[in-house]
């Protein structure tokens, strides 16, 4: 192995302290509608609901990540139910608390999505959230929403400030990058994804 890349993925998975105090003030922000019925007869309607939040991709992404019927239409996702997924989120910590792996000793780039500002987080979505555009407007004429989405973009950028040095102090050689975009970087951002991997794995050629 010459060098790792994680794209928002280099998180301390065994640390969730942070998650009640952002948890908190996540739920007073409204989040981006879910997508209605009418989003879902079509992979064209998915994909116009889903760059209005985020950015959607090529087509063959998505019907990787959902499932059709005979007719066409969007049956869901490829992912079991809530609670199931939360049993395996349970079972993922359990057992990566007492997990005390080797240090990354080679180079190693963490890609993290992270809004640059309040506005930021709104119209483009973080780690966590999916881009709310109509939120903007909202924001502007309600001072106390305002002040809730501020208060949600720096628990945002703290968070992510956290387990950044953590990947830092485990990564002996690594060099952190921040993007404005949502947690699929790779498809709200592969432009500029591409370019810092580039410029990434210029630097390992340039090494004996």
Do not use: C
């Given at each position: 192995?010459?060098?790792l890349?994680?794209?928002?993925a280099?998180?301390?998975?065994?640390?969730?302290?942070?998650n009640?105090?952002?948890?908190?003030?996540?739920?007073t922000?409204?989040a981006a509608?879910n997508?209605q019925?009418g989003?879902?007869?079509s992979f064209a309607a998915l994909?116009a609901?889903?760059?209005k939040?985020?950015?959607?991709?090529?087509?063959?992404?998505?019907r990787?990540?959902?499932?059709t019927d005979?007719?066409g239409?969007i049956?869901?996702l490829w992912?079991?139910?809530?609670?199931?997924?939360?049993a395996?989120?349970k079972?993922?910590?359990s057992?990566y608390?007492?997990y005390?792996p080797?240090?990354?000793?080679?180079p190693a780039?963490?890609i993290?999505?992270v809004?640059?500002?309040?506005?930021?987080?709104?119209?483009?979505?973080?780690?966590?959230r999916?881009?709310?555009?109509e939120l903007?407007v909202?924001a502007?004429?309600d001072p106390?929403?305002?002040?809730?989405?501020?208060?949600?973009?720096?628990?945002?950028?703290e968070r992510v400030?956290k387990?950044a040095?953590?990947?830092?102090?485990?990564?002996?050689?690594?060099?952190?990058?921040?993007?404005s975009?949502t947690?699929n970087l790779?498809?709200s951002?592969?432009?500029?994804?591409?370019q810092r991997i580039?410029?990434f794995?210029?630097?390992l050629a340039e090494?004996?």
């Amino acid at each position: 192995i010459t060098g790792l890349v994680y794209v928002d993925a280099a998180f301390d998975r065994g640390d969730d302290a942070d998650n009640q105090a952002y948890n908190a003030v996540a739920r007073t922000v409204p989040a981006a509608p879910n997508p209605q019925s009418g989003d879902f007869v079509s992979f064209a309607a998915l994909r116009a609901y889903l760059e209005k939040y985020g950015g959607a991709g090529p087509e063959a992404w998505l019907r990787t990540r959902y499932r059709t019927d005979a007719d066409g239409t969007i049956a869901g996702l490829w992912t079991p139910d809530l609670p199931i997924r939360q049993a395996m989120m349970k079972e993922i910590q359990s057992a990566y608390k007492p997990y005390s792996p080797e240090r990354i000793r080679v180079p190693a780039l963490a890609i993290y999505a992270v809004p640059k500002s309040a506005d930021d987080l709104v119209l483009r979505g973080s780690s966590d959230r999916l881009a709310f555009p109509e939120l903007v407007v909202k924001a502007a004429e309600d001072p106390a929403l305002r002040e809730r989405i501020e208060k949600l973009h720096l628990l945002t950028r703290e968070r992510v400030r956290k387990h950044a040095k953590w990947f830092e102090a485990f990564a002996e050689r690594g060099r952190v990058v921040e993007l404005s975009g949502t947690h699929n970087l790779i498809v709200s951002n592969p432009r500029e994804v591409l370019q810092r991997i580039d410029v990434f794995v210029t630097s390992l050629a340039e090494k004996p």
